[in-house]
């Protein structure tokens, strides 16, 4: 069974830090691009970042440039988003996802307010 597993989001203070992890199973992340996505309250999903399936690629959403890093672990079958620099703007549910793929996880919540 495809499944992705987003964890690490929480409450925070504006300029602080997350890290939210992506775990995949049922299927090898290897060949695949992976993006972060994030749905605030009221508007639609947006995508945050996107990683080659070797990491030599990434792209960021405007926004987040200087503050958010995508990685991954292939042996691990695992992305990564760390945040920092927290902004009140960035409250929403963050997703993982393989690209080319419906393959979405659940959604962590990820607060930033004082």
């Known amino acids: 069974q495809v499944q992705l597993v987003e964890s690490g989001g929480g409450l925070v203070q504006p300029g602080g830090s997350l890290r939210l992890s992506c775990a995949a199973s049922?299927?090898?992340?290897?060949?695949?691009?992976m993006s972060w996505h994030r749905q605030a309250p009221g508007k639609e999903r947006e995508l945050v970042a996107v990683?080659?399936?070797?990491?030599?690629?990434?792209t960021y959403v405007d926004s987040v440039k200087g503050r958010f890093t995508i990685s991954r672990d292939n042996a691990k079958n695992m992305v990564y988003l760390q945040m920092n620099n927290l902004k009140p703007e960035d409250t929403a549910v963050y997703y993982c996802?393989?690209?080319?793929?419906?393959?979405w996880g659940q959604g962590t919540q990820v607060t930033v307010s004082s």
């Open positions: 996802k393989a690209v080319g793929t419906n393959h």
């Open positions: 049922g299927f090898t992340i290897r060949p695949y691009a």
């Open positions: 990683i080659s399936s070797a990491g030599g690629s990434i």
